[in-house]
């Protein structure tokens, strides 16, 4: 299973930005996919997450500012930042929770990541 995650990029204080994540491989259902967020010396931590049939959790410091959504067909998860703010500066790692065929097995998966960066 890869994921493969696009959409990041420069963006001015106050602007947005739309991240994008397709899984790809020998998959038979996805259940949870998320973001999550790493900036230089500080510890990944959740941006937002959404189940299988849509109900969307977010951290605290994105609430009201960013949404998730999901194409199940084309087993994608996206991510809207509106309104971002200099901390919001990381690299944006995407996962999800896959159940696949060969070998029949769930197991959480991570993308490699697209840099966000917001000038002030």
């Known amino acids: 299973v890869q994921l493969q995650a696009s959409g990041g990029g420069l963006v001015q204080a106050g602007g947005s930005l739309r991240l994008s994540c397709t899984a790809s491989?020998?998959?038979?259902?996805?259940?949870?996919m998320g973001w999550h967020r790493q900036a230089p010396g500080k510890q990944r931590e959740l941006v937002a997450s959404?189940?299988?049939?849509?109900?969307?959790n977010y951290g605290d410091s994105v609430k009201g500012r960013f949404t998730i959504s999901r194409d199940n067909a084309k087993k994608t998860v996206y991510l809207q930042l509106n309104s971002l703010k200099p901390e919001d500066t990381a690299n944006y790692y995407c996962?999800?929770?896959?159940?696949?065929?060969?070998?029949?097995?769930?197991?959480?998966?991570w993308g490699r990541g697209t840099q966000v960066t917001v000038s002030s």
């Open positions: 491989g020998s998959i038979l259902s996805i259940n949870d």
């Open positions: 996962n999800a929770v896959v159940l696949t065929i060969t070998p029949w097995r769930t197991s959480s998966y």
């Open positions: 959404i189940s299988s049939s849509g109900s969307a």
